[in-house]
T-cell receptor
Framework: GQQVMQIPQYQHVQEGEDFTTYCNSSTTLSNIQWYKQRPGGHPVFLIQLVKSGEVKKQKRLTFQFGEAKKNSSLHITATQTTDVGTYFC?????????????FGKGTLLTVNP | GAGVSQSPSNKVTEKGKDVELRCDPI?????LYWYRQSLGQGLEFLIY????????KSGLPSDRFSAERTGGSVSTLTIQRTQQEDSAVYLC?????????????FGPGTRLTVL
């Protein structure tokens, strides 16, 4: 079945350092979504990428979708303590169920002030 | 406006008991999802409802799990004869349908602990 892998599983940084999490799918994705879950909270949608090679920015966050549409990355510049949380990527399930998202296991980011 | 709500927020039960978890989606959202999130894990798809269509139950882990959605709005996830491995956070999400191209709005979840 389809797998969505995320690395690293954990990342601890000093405030001000950059952070990147990578997402890899075993199959080509029609689109990919990123969610953030604060400790004790629920996932909140960040962004969706659809086009091959697409790059989108949200302030200090930069999202990329690979040319082959099988991988994606989220890069945070100059992390802040407010960036703490788990970042999940999610892609539609292959094999026809386009409403069903397969989530990666997430990358937990902690930031030392 | 109001987001997705879930109740109870926490549920502690004894092994073998039945539990019911409730989800109120955002008004007007035709699609509703249930997920299970175990500690430190990603989101495991359980079931999907879309309008009046037959639900996609392919993610339910066993026949002890069932869900219904009444009137196209509120949904209830029922777990019968709970086991300790059922302990997890159960998340509900809704959106306007349209497949995977629409973001999902998540509720706060129900933390289930089976003793």
């Amino acid at each position: 079945g389809q797998q969505v892998m995320q690395i690293p599983q954990y990342q601890h940084v000093q405030e001000g350092e950059d952070f990147t999490t990578y997402c890899n799918s075993s199959t080509t994705l029609s689109n990919i979504q990123w969610y953030k879950q604060r400790p004790g909270g629920h996932p909140v949608f960040l962004i969706q990428l659809v086009k091959s090679g697409e790059v989108k920015k949200q302030k200090r966050l930069t999202f990329q979708f690979g040319e082959a549409k099988k991988n994606s990355s989220l890069h945070i510049t100059a992390t802040q303590t407010t960036d703490v949380g788990t970042y999940f990527c999610a892609g539609p399930h292959s094999g026809g169920s386009n409403y069903k998202l397969t989530f990666g296991k997430g990358t937990l980011l902690t930031v030392n002030p | 406006g109001a987001g997705v709500s879930q109740s109870p927020s926490n549920k502690v039960t004894e092994k073998g008991k039945d539990v019911e978890l409730r989800c109120d989606p955002i008004s007007g959202h035709t699609a509703l999802y249930w997920y299970r999130q175990s500690l430190g894990q990603g989101l495991e798809f359980l079931i999907y409802f879309q309008g009046n269509s037959a639900p996609d139950k392919s993610g339910l882990p066993s026949d002890r799990f069932s869900a219904e959605r009444t009137g196209g709005s509120v949904s209830t996830l029922t777990i019968q004869r709970t086991q300790q491995e059922d302990s997890a956070v159960y998340l509900c999400a809704s959106n306007t349908g349209g497949g995977s191209y629409n973001e999902q709005f998540f509720g706060p979840g129900t933390r289930l602990t089976v003793l």
